[in-house]
């Protein structure tokens, strides 16, 4: 079941050079998701990625073809973990080559969905890999905040450690 909430709160980049596919799945996107950037090649994906980030925009997850023109969807990735690290990518891909599957996993891709696309699976993919970046971000936030509690506490707090005696 889609948490159709969520959804809306997230941004996708999509690159795909199959105009049909992009176009067709483009209309599900835009129902579903807050705002869906198009791409139609590698290239066009990376130069779109840092277009989003030089203007604060936040990209959620990037969905992407692996066999595309200009820049292949394994190169793209290996360009954008230059700067983002963490950044969520679901592959589709119309093959299954061992080369290419082994390479997303070094890039530590988070799905990788053979075509024709199903649907279903790949908003719940998506839901499931945003899901998870979110409920990390919240932990790495916390675990910020509590550390600063902590560095307050060792400022102000003096510690005494004493024996069964009561000595000091």
């Given at each position: 079941m889609f948490n159709t909430n969520f959804l809306k709160e997230l941004t996708i980049l999509y690159v795909e050079d199959d105009e049909a596919a992009r176009n067709q799945l483009a209309r599900t996107l835009n129902r579903l998701f807050k705002n869906v950037i198009l791409a139609s090649n590698g290239l066009e994906g990376l130069?779109?990625?840092e277009d989003a980030i030089k203007n604060n925009l936040k990209i959620d997850l990037?969905?992407?073809?692996?066999?595309?023109?200009k820049l292949n969807g394994i190169e793209m990735l290996e360009k954008i973990?230059?700067?983002?690290?963490?950044?969520?990518i679901i592959y589709t891909t119309a093959r299954s080559e061992t080369e290419f599957l082994l390479k997303a996993i070094d890039l530590h891709a988070d799905h990788y969905a053979l075509k024709p696309i199903n649907l279903e699976d790949i908003i719940t993919r998506?839901?499931?890999?945003?899901?998870?970046?979110?409920?990390?971000?919240?932990?790495?936030v916390k675990n910020k905040e509590l550390q600063q509690y902590l560095s307050i506490i060792n400022n102000v707090a003096a510690i005494i450690k004493m024996n069964d005696k009561g000595e000091i």
């Open positions: 130069l779109k990625y990037i969905l992407s073809d692996v066999n595309m023109p973990r230059l700067s983002d690290k963490n950044i969520p998506i839901q499931k890999v945003c899901e998870k970046r979110y409920f990390q971000n919240l932990i790495d």
